[in-house]
């Protein structure tokens, strides 16, 4: 945002939100539960009833905690701070819930609502947070396809071997094919990361000894990242939070099944959500009542789940506010926010004043590389549609063309020599004099 800031030359109202439980506030926690923003070092179910039992008697009803609590927030904070010029409220992935639950209570300021990366739950195509395996899975196909029909990708693998083949023959559904899966999908969220997969893959089936030293090296610096993220946003984030929004609002219910979401998991090629894992947790949150949940047997304990009940607006589609217009940005190759979920909003969205622009290739968001950090064209639309007042005939989108033209296989040097800590990441040597985060 201050990158925004900057090209606004502070000359605009544009809103993003910190939400209750998360940010520089009071973090919603439990006693003994790690906070930050990985799911694989959060709570255990066998930790959530003292949890449960302690959320209760510090907030009692947790919908406090809620989307439209939140929303609710920040339409207070506009309302008592409003300056009379128009405002634009902007979400990323997780956070476009709250900007669509904003347009429901319609506040007259906001003239503009821009989701980036559409993570919401509204439409008849509702995509669960149980389900996105199979869209993930599906993305991971078309990454692994564009690098078959890519010579700076496919060249190092025989022609009848393309990585995709490679990989879907090598997973049988053992464990560590399990973890292939999760962490190929992983790296797909970062757009200097993905570039890693088909040397790492190279790497994989020539195995040599110089591959071991240099795939050792990424898997110890996976796992830094992976469990325990270092970093300010990190520590701002609320894993209980995040369980607890997810579960009351994206989670399928009843639930699927373990098996049925493990078999969901393995389909895919590659995928970051593996939500099989998640289904102890959410029986134990919830204490759901169902043929599932009474087998997991976790439910079993006094007071109240950490759960909330669906309200008014739950998976029910805004209307758009007469005086606003919404502005839809979504990648065909983001797993965690997935184009099929965008569509199905922007259909479900009651009121004409909308547009939906498609990038081909950009992951984690539309403003910034995730991998360079350098400004994409979603950056330039979103200054365009504020400095318009949110007049989507006048947005500036002739970057777009030059967007979608052609993927970056470059794997950003300050990543290969982190993550790889090489100089060439497929035939390189391990160096460990390139990696700042070792050799200091």
């Known amino acids: 945002m201050l990158m925004l800031y900057d090209k606004l030359a502070g000359e605009a109202n544009v809103y993003t939100m910190d939400y209750r439980g998360t940010g520089r506030g009071e973090q919603l926690s439990c006693q003994g539960v790690t906070t930050g923003s990985s799911r694989l070092n959060g709570i255990t179910p066998s930790q959530v009833p003292d949890c449960a039992q302690e959320l209760q008697d510090k907030y009692g009803d947790l919908a406090a905690f809620s989307t439209t609590s939140a929303a609710k927030d920040l339409v207070t904070f506009i309302s008592d701070y409003t300056n009379d010029y128009s405002t634009t409220i902007y979400g990323v992935d997780y956070g476009t819930t709250w900007v669509e639950r904003v347009m429901h209570l319609d506040p ?53 071997v393309r990585p995709v083949k490679t990989l879907k023959s090598d997973q049988d559904g053992d464990s560590p094919s399990f973890i292939l899966r999760y962490l190929f999908g992983s790296l797909l969220t970062n757009s200097g990361l993905r570039t890693l997969i088909p040397p790492i893959t190279y790497r994989l089936l020539r195995c040599a000894p110089k591959d071991v030293d240099v795939l050792t090296q990424f898997i110890t610096t996976m796992n830094t990242v992976l469990l325990h993220p270092q970093d300010e946003g990190a520590a701002l984030t609320s894993t209980l939070l995040h369980h607890l929004v997810v579960f009351s609002e994206m989670w399928e219910a009843p639930t699927p099944s373990v098996s049925a979401l493990k078999a969901q998991f393995e389909e895919a090629t590659l995928s970051v959500w593996a939500s099989y894992i998640l289904v102890p947790l959410y029986c134990a949150f919830s204490k759901e009542v169902s043929p599932i949940c009474d087998k997991i047997d976790l439910t079993d304990y006094d007071g109240n789940g950490i759960i909330y009940e669906h309200d008014e607006y739950w998976n029910k589609p805004a209307a758009i506010p007469d005086q606003a217009s919404v502005l839809l940005m979504s990648s065909k190759m983001d797993p965690l926010a997935t184009h099929e979920n965008a569509k199905y909003l922007f259909e479900a969205l009651d009121g004409e004043n909308k547009e939906l622009i498609t990038f081909q290739y950009t992951t984690g968001g539309n403003l910034i590389d995730s991998g360079t950090w350098v400004n ?65």
Request: charged share 20%.
């Open 108 to 160: 007259p300021e906001v003239t503009g609502y821009v989701l980036d990366g559409v993570m919401t739950t509204s439409g008849s195509g509702i995509v669960n947070a149980s389900s996105m395996d199979y869209h993930a899975g599906k993305i991971g196909d078309t990454f692994l396809s564009v690098c078959e029909e890519n010579s700076a990708c496919n060249a190092r693998f025989k022609k009848k």
């Open 376 to 440: 994409l064209c979603g950056m330039a639309v979103l200054s365009s549609y504020v400095q318009n007042n949110g007049d989507l005939k006048k947005v500036d989108k002739s970057c777009i063309p030059d967007e979608n033209t052609a993927f970056n296989w470059t794997t950003p040097i300050d990543t290969l020599h982190l993550f790889l800590s090489t100089s060439d990441a497929y035939d390189g040597v391990l160096d460990p004099t390139l990696n700042t985060s070792t050799s200091a």
